[in-house]
């Protein structure tokens, strides 16, 4: 069974822009999970989602949103990026019967000039 | 009080020895306990999950949860310097979708 994926796996932006990130899960994983990675604050939760629904939310600002489409498939955009949201964005799935358990994908390495 | 705190290292262990990785939770009703190994560069990758008190082995390695103390810990027995990595415990709170993470420990397995 293939792992999670997410794409693009490294991104260049400028301070001001916008950046969409995109995870797809396991096959049959319903839930997707964002987290942020940076070497201050360590991973952090951003937001969870299941069956197109947010179900839970971390302590991230507006900029940060998500989205999750009928085939489980999500995304995560910044908006109007910092320089302070260069980091490692990790997705994660976990399946109904193991809700608790989650796999990550590779991330995307975002920086922010 | 951080809810999940581990010694962020680094751990140094001669090959061969039992590297033995700490973890401690403050929110009493956590249900679920992870333990995920990070190579530099890399993703964390699910190494062991334990649910309840006492150890839970596999292969070389043996997860060992007390939640009256609050208390989780990885031991790798026969550490071998491909184990050199930052290893992050993470906890799943009751009615929480979403896993608390230790800011890690390194651990260097020295040839």
């Known amino acids: 069974k293939a792992g999670v994926t997410q794409t693009p796996r490294y991104l260049i932006k400028t301070r001001g822009q916008q950046v969409t990130l995109s995870c797809s899960p396991i096959s049959g994983h319903r839930s997707v999970s964002w987290y942020q990675q940076t070497p201050g604050q360590g991973l952090q939760f951003l937001f969870e989602y299941f069956s197109e629904t947010q179900r839970n939310k971390g302590n991230f600002p507006g900029r940060f949103s998500g989205r999750q489409f009928s085939n489980s498939r999500s995304e995560m955009n910044v908006s109007t990026l910092e320089l302070g949201d260069s980091a490692l964005y990790l997705c994660a799935s976990s399946s109904e019967r193991e809700a608790d358990t989650q796999y990550f994908g590779p991330g995307t390495r975002l920086t922010v000039l | 009080q951080k809810e999940v705190e581990q010694n962020s290292g680094p751990l140094s262990v001669p090959e061969g020895a039992i590297a033995s990785l700490n973890c401690t939770y403050s929110?009493?009703?956590?249900?679920?306990f992870f333990w995920y190994r990070q190579y530099s560069g890399k993703s964390p990758e699910l190494i062991m999950s334990?649910?309840?008190?006492g150890d839970k082995e596999d292969g070389r390695f043996t997860a060992q949860l007390n939640k009256a103390s609050q208390y989780v810990s990885l031991l790798i027995r026969d550490s071998q310097p491909s184990d050199s990595a930052t290893y992050l415990c993470?906890?799943?709170?009751?009615?929480?979708?979403?896993?608390?993470f230790g800011s890690g420990t390194r651990l260097q397995v020295q040839p």
């Open positions: 929110d009493r009703v956590s249900q679920s």
């Open positions: 334990i649910y309840s008190n």
């Open positions: 993470a906890v799943h709170g009751a009615g929480r979708r979403a896993l608390t």
